[in-house]
Nanobody, 124 residues
Framework: QVQLAESGGGLVQPGDSLRLSCRAS????????MGWFRQAPGKEREFVAS????????YYADSVKGRFTISRDNAKDTVYLQMTILKPEDGAIYYC?????????????????WGQGTQVTVSS
């Protein structure tokens, strides 16, 4: 069973960039589809991006397409979320998720394993 630990959150200003990391342990990382989700106060957890295996195809929510990039380093058991041109509405707790299913995973119910989350605040 894989364990996930996110890092890299913080307070940034609108227009800034930030990179989140999620390190996995306890599983064969390269065999997992990895995803990023976020949850703002009073809102449901929503899909941000995912990268599957083995072809490492990426998928994005429309709200972040062109601004965020998901990538993975299988040698480091880590998935990243590079966020650019951040907006106040991007502020949320960001969660890393993993699942052994391949294909296009974009729903909370598609992922079996979750991290504890890292806070991202975008404010001037």
């Amino acid at each position: 069973q894989v364990q996930l630990a996110e890092s890299g959150g913080g307070l940034v200003q609108p227009g800034d960039s930030l990179r989140l990391s999620c390190r996995a342990s306890g599983g064969s990382f390269s065999r997992y589809t990895m995803g990023w989700f976020r949850q703002a106060p009073g809102k449901e957890r929503e899909f941000v991006a995912s990268i599957n295996w083995p072809v490492e195809r990426t998928y994005y929510a429309d709200s972040v397409k062109g601004r965020f990039t998901i990538s993975r380093d299988n040698a480091k058991d880590t998935v990243y979320l590079q966020m650019t041109i951040l907006k106040p509405e991007d502020g949320a707790i960001y969660y890393c998720a993993a699942d052994l299913k391949g294909g296009r995973l974009e729903d909370v119910s598609h992922f079996a394993f979750w991290g504890q989350g890292t806070q991202v605040t975008v404010s001037s």
